[in-house]
Structure formats: structure tokens, C-alpha cells
Nanobody, 128 residues
Framework: QVQLVESGGGLVQAGGSLRLSCAAS????????MGWFREAPGKEREFVAG????????YYGDSVKGRFTISRDNARNMVYLQMTALKPDDTAIYYC?????????????????????WGQGTQVTVSS
């Protein structure tokens, strides 16, 4: 089992930027496809961004496409989410998630039910 810890959340003004980090331990993240999800007040958990284990593919939810960028550094067991042009609707708890590789043909993983391990979340608040 891999343990995930998010950091980098905080309070930012609309239009600002923030970089979230996800530190993994107890496993090598090259064995995992990784993703970011968020839970906003009154809403269900929402897919934000995903990245294939070797960074050959990255993909985004419609609400953040063009504004957020996911990246990873497997050598450091780190995953990042660079957020720009933040909006009040981006306010949420952001979660890092890991999906263990199974050798299947690659497909994008936007469902939370595909992910095996989760961090505790980090709060992002965007003021208007």
C-alpha cells in the first residue's frame, strides 16, 4: 500500500495560481497511474486531472482544462498539480489518488472508483 500526502493548498484570489504537491511513500509511484480529484461544498467528488504512470498521457476534467496541469517526478515519488486562472468555483478539498498498474491497455481514468489509494486532502479556497 502506498501512502499519499497532499500539500500546497491555501487561500488565493480569483485569477491567481497555486501549486499542489502529492508526496508518496511506502511504494514506488512508477507502479501507479495518478490522479487529482476534488470535493467542493455541496458537490460530489469530481475528477480534476490524471497522468499515466510514465507521463505518456495526461488528461483533465472539462472544468479545469487549459488552466490546470498535472505532472509527476517518479524519481522523487512526487505528483504535482499546477493551477492557474483560479476561480471561486475551484474552491474544494483536493485529493491525490493512486491506481496500481495492472498491465492493461492504456485508457484514461476519470472515475474515482478506479483508484486504490487516497491522500487526506488539502484545502484550496479561491476568493472573489
Amino acid at each position: 500500500q502506498v501512502q499519499l500526502v497532499e500539500s500546497g493548498g491555501g487561500l488565493v484570489q480569483a485569477g491567481g495560481s497555486l501549486r499542489l504537491s502529492c508526496a508518496a511513500s511506502g511504494g514506488t509511484i512508477s507502479n501507479y497511474n495518478m490522479g487529482w480529484f476534488r470535493e467542493a461544498p455541496g458537490k460530489e467528488r469530481e475528477f480534476v486531472a490524471g497522468i499515466q504512470w510514465s507521463s505518456r498521457s495526461d488528461y483533465y476534467g472539462d472544468s479545469v482544462k487549459g488552466r490546470f496541469t498535472i505532472s509527476r517526478d517518479n524519481a522523487r515519488n512526487m505528483v504535482y498539480l499546477q493551477m492557474t486562472a483560479l476561480k471561486p468555483d475551484d474552491t474544494a478539498i483536493y485529493y491525490c489518488a493512486a491506481d496500481h498498474r495492472d498491465g492493461s491497455t492504456w485508457y484514461i481514468r476519470t472515475s474515482m472508483y478506479l483508484y486504490d489509494y487516497w491522500g487526506q486532502g488539502t484545502q484550496v479556497t479561491v476568493s472573489s
